[in-house]
């Protein structure tokens, strides 16, 4: 997949009209909803960028949080989550480019989005977020800590070549294998949280 059919979500689009979505788990991740069971304040702006089916986004609203941005480059998916969460207040849901997204977050949630981009991109990723965080803004979430056989999406990466994405704008606090991973991915993921410096 090149970067230009990144940008304007065809790829992305087909996949959803075709359910051929095998990243799609199911539910929100465990070891995301862990670490957000620990944030007190529940009106801190959260985005998930790449939301997928944003299983994340309905354990935040129950669990209480108020501000969740949803953005995704799929204008399928994106009816689709405009739909569901039509009624609610507290979720908000954007068609568009992460690259070109402009706003402003405290936590912004990482499943499966990073390992979806060319790594071209990964570099380019990290400073995109880092400008979308406020003042000891967080990315918090899981990473590919395998390298795939076949072409991607979806691209795996290492600790130590994420350490050289991110080291320089966020202080690592944890970047460490994930024990709470689903079963399939047990083993081969990185629990991440990472804050702006």
Not at 102 to 131: G, M, W
Not at 149 to 175: A, N, R, S
Request: net charge negative.
């Amino acid at each position: 997949m090149n970067t230009a059919e990144w940008v304007n979500g065809n790829y992305w689009d087909k996949r959803w009209q075709a359910a051929e979505t095998g990243w799609d788990i199911g539910h929100a991740a465990p070891a995301i909803m862990e670490f957000m069971q620990t944030v007190s304040n529940k009106q801190l702006k959260i985005l998930i960028p790449g939301c997928g089916n944003a299983y994340e986004a309905e354990a935040l609203l129950q669990a209480g949080f108020t501000d969740i941005t949803l953005l995704d480059i799929s204008e399928t998916l994106v009816q689709k989550l405009n739909a569901k969460y039509s009624e609610s207040n507290a979720i908000k849901v954007i068609y568009g480019d992460f690259f070109g997204h402009e706003a402003q977050y405290d936590i912004i949630i990482e499943q499966t989005f990073f390992c979806a981009l060319n790594p071209a991109l990964r570099q380019q990723y990290a400073v995109k977020a880092a400008s979308l965080l406020k003042e000891n803004g967080q990315i918090t979430g899981v990473l590919f800590n395998r390298v795939f056989e076949q072409e991607g999406p979806p691209y795996g990466g290492t600790t130590d070549e994420y350490k050289q994405y991110f080291g320089t704008l966020f202080e690592i606090k944890k970047m460490e294998d994930c024990y709470n991973s689903i079963p399939p991915r047990k083993g081969s993921e990185v629990f991440i949280n990472l804050k702006k410096k």
